[in-house]
């Protein structure tokens, strides 16, 4: 499955898997991007066509953010760091 050219709604998660209410729209083009805050890029894992590593950083500079998306349908994700649940992804 690939997630290039296409955009979700991201909502934070945590591991008790309650959605917060609010989300931010992330771009998959050749990089990940947040229209209004953030840049990074993504690649697959090898070795399992569901998932991918990737990274995000203030667009104004700061730290990198590296954590993994894993599809679980072609219109769902989940984003862990760690073994923690990061983020939930809802496909546009």
Do not use: C, H
Request: aromatic share 14%; no cysteine; proline share 2%.
């Amino acid at each position: 499955m690939k997630l290039e050219s296409t955009k979700w709604n991201v909502y934070s998660m945590n591991n008790e898997g309650v959605i917060d209410s609010g989300s931010d729209t992330w771009n998959f083009d050749k990089v990940l991007f947040s229209a209004n805050s953030w840049i990074g890029g993504y690649s697959p894992i090898e070795g399992n066509v569901m998932a991918f590593d990737a990274q995000i950083q203030p667009k104004t500079g700061g730290a990198i953010d590296s954590f993994k998306i894993t599809l679980i349908t072609s219109t769902r994700f989940i984003a862990t760091k760690g073994d923690q649940i990061y983020r939930f992804g809802k496909k546009l």
